[in-house]
């Protein structure tokens, strides 16, 4: 290391060369003059063996020329550095002055913005204004129109309204007018129609009374004929009217030689010792039998009678209702009861006659003192009753009352002496004061001769 001593100074003897170094530039050459060093020192001690009598290393450096290099080079840089710090100031000065130069230009294109816009806000205030005083105008002119309209409409409307009621109150009067000369015309072809109608009548009801009495006066010469040989009108007449006649018979051998318009033919039954006279009444007809309800036979189990006002008492002996009996539908609605004993014939307790004829009687239907009236078939149909049976009669009462199952509808006979003639029974209660159907008593009479006046076998 010694032997390259030649060439540079004694480090330890040398200026200090940090003293020259002023800047941060100076600094990086030394530093880099330093590693240049080592690495030279270290190559030259690569090739030598260490000795332990080696004095303490000792580094000479020449380094003027070098220092001069760096210091031009330091001062090349400052230089540099400082055309470029120029550069940069008169950069930011441009950029300022350019910043400055658009700062002035943008706003005065924002005042200017802003006096377009106060210009552009007053033209839309006066344009706004403008148009709502027109449209306020063109509104009020609008109201006044459809005031006009209004007082054109009511006006249209009051005069249309005076000659709607003026041609309604003519025609109301043309109507009346031709209604009552209508009237006027059907009243006048009413009554020759009556005149007509009732001479027409009038001449049938003559020509009918006229064969009628023809015809009665032959059948009384051929009934007394027939009564000159009593085998001969006894074979011609019912059971029931030969019971008829016997009736009369015994009335007039107890002395009873007039007959009240009331029936006191009818009477009621009980039921284990519970009277049933508000269900179920009958008729008697025989001195050992009644006729009912079959209803009122086959809901209830008849033990006693009571007839004469309740004051004659019978025990049931048997019951016989019709063998085609139906409730629901109610067909041959009609039964018989026979007491155990015959009843005893007074003044007010005696069997009603039946009635034989095949033909309605016209008038003198009775129902327990009050009047009854048949009517037409149609007054009794209704949605459950479409069609009435040949058995069936409609019939009214004149005074309303209720009716009871079983109670009887006489017919008065002023030709015989035994008034009462039974023609129907009732087959369901009722307080209706409504037409009302009854059970025909001659559609049966072949049921009821069968069982109370038996034919008599030779």
């Known amino acids: 290391m010694r032997s390259a001593s030649y060439t540079i100074y004694k480090l330890r003897t040398a200026k200090p060369i940090w003293l020259k170094i002023e800047n941060c530039e ?11 060093l080592l690495q030279a020192a270290s190559t030259e001690g690569s090739n030598q063996e260490p000795s332990l009598d080696d004095v303490p290393l000792s580094i000479y450096v020449d380094a003027s020329k070098e220092i001069d290099y760096f210091i031009s080079l330091a001062k090349s840089i400052d230089e540099k ?4 710090e120029e550069a940069l100031a008169r950069l930011s000065a441009e950029v300022k002055a350019t910043e400055e130069r658009w700062n002035e230009r943008l706003s005065a294109e924002v005042k200017e913005t802003q006096r377009l816009n106060e210009r552009m806000s007053a033209v839309v205030k006066a344009t706004e204004e403008r148009w709502n005083e027109r449209l306020s105008a063109e509104v009020k002119e609008t109201q006044r129109l459809n005031e006009r309209m209004s007082a054109v409409v009511k006006a249209t409307e009051e005069r249309w309204n005076e000659r ?36 027409e009548v009038k001449a049938t009801e003559e020509r009918w009374t006229e064969k009628m009495s023809i015809l009665e006066n032959k059948f009384k010469n051929l009934s007394n004929q ?49 009277k049933l006279w508000e269900l179920c009444y009958f008729a008697l007809i025989d001195t050992r039998f009644v006729l009912t309800a079959a209803d009122c036979l ?26 085609e009996f139906s409730i629901n539908p109610a067909l041959n609605n009609i039964g018989l009861i026979e007491m155990n004993s015959e009843v005893e014939y007074t003044f007010d307790l005696y069997p009603a006659c039946m009635y034989t004829s095949a033909f309605n009687p016209k008038s003198g239907l009775m129902e327990r003192g009050t009047k009854v009236q048949i009517v037409a078939d149609s007054e009794c149909l209704n949605k459950h009753t479409t069609q009435l049976l040949p058995n069936q009669m409609c019939v009214k009462s004149l005074t309303h009352n209720c009716r009871q199952k079983g109670e009887p509808i006489f017919v008065l006979n002023e030709e015989t002496f035994s008034k009462h003639q039974l023609v129907g029974i009732i087959g369901k209660r009722s307080c209706i004061d409504e037409p009302y159907v009854i059970t025909n008593v001659f559609a049966y009479l072949d049921f009821i001769e069968s069982i109370v006046w038996p034919k008599k076998e030779n």
């Open 226 to 274: 027939l009564t000159k040989s009593p085998d001969i009108a006894t074979l011609h007449k019912r059971p029931a009217e030969l019971a008829c006649e016997k009736i009369t018979s015994k009335l007039q051998s107890i002395g009873v030689t007039s007959i009240t318009d009331v029936a006191v033919h009818l009477g009621a039954f009980t039921e284990g010792g519970f």
């Open 298 to 323: 086959s809901s209830h189990n008849v033990t006693t009678l009571e007839l004469n006002l309740y004051i004659v008492l019978k025990k049931v002996k048997a019951i016989h209702i019709h063998p």
């Open 81 to 84: 550095q400082r055309i470029l």
């Open 164 to 199: 709607l009621s003026a041609e309604v109150k003519e025609t109301q009067w043309l109507i009346e007018s031709k209604i009552f000369r209508m009237s006027v015309a059907v009243k006048a072809t009413e009554e020759r129609w009556n005149k007509r109608l009732s001479a």
């Open 26 to 36: 100076k600094k990086m050459v030394f530093i880099a003059l330093i590693v240049a």
